[in-house]
């Protein structure tokens, strides 16, 4: 069982990368995605969830409007498309995995803290370097 993020990268102020997440070992469409940061010296964030079946998302105020989470589970792989990026987006990016059905995201901040155990799975993190 496994979940593998990717596509970081060192890119300018400005500047979009698409991040992916595959699983491996388990059937992704049972299971709510999120995707998380941590930047140095910083707490890790939530920031985007996607439901089971695509159909909820969920954005934290400092990325709505500049980033897009999206998936395909016939490729067992969901997608953050991120743009508009800024200095202050650097950071490494997790994708995690909640067996939360029906087509829901948590909307509570409280479930994308450091202090929630909703999250089952957790990929590697991949770095995203932004540059001024």
């Known amino acids: 069982v496994q979940l593998q993020a990717s596509g970081g990268g060192l890119v300018q102020a400005g500047g979009s990368l698409r991040l992916s997440c595959v699983a491996s070992g388990f059937t992704l469409d049972d299971y709510a995605v999120g995707w998380f940061r941590r930047a140095p010296g910083k707490e890790r964030e939530g920031f985007s969830c996607i439901s089971n079946g695509g159909g909820t998302t969920y954005y934290s105020d400092s990325v709505k409007g500049r980033f897009t989470i999206s998936r395909d589970n016939a490729k067992n792989t969901v997608y953050l498309q991120v743009n508009s990026l800024k200095v202050d987006d650097t950071a490494v990016y997790y994708c995690?995995?909640?067996?939360?059905?029906?087509?829901?995201?948590?909307?509570?901040?409280?479930?994308?803290?450091?202090?929630?155990?909703?999250?089952?799975?957790w990929g590697q993190g991949t770095q995203v370097t932004v540059s001024s």
């Open positions: 995690a995995a909640s067996p939360l059905g029906e087509d829901r995201c948590y909307s509570s901040s409280y479930y994308y803290s450091i202090r929630s155990t909703v999250w089952t799975y």
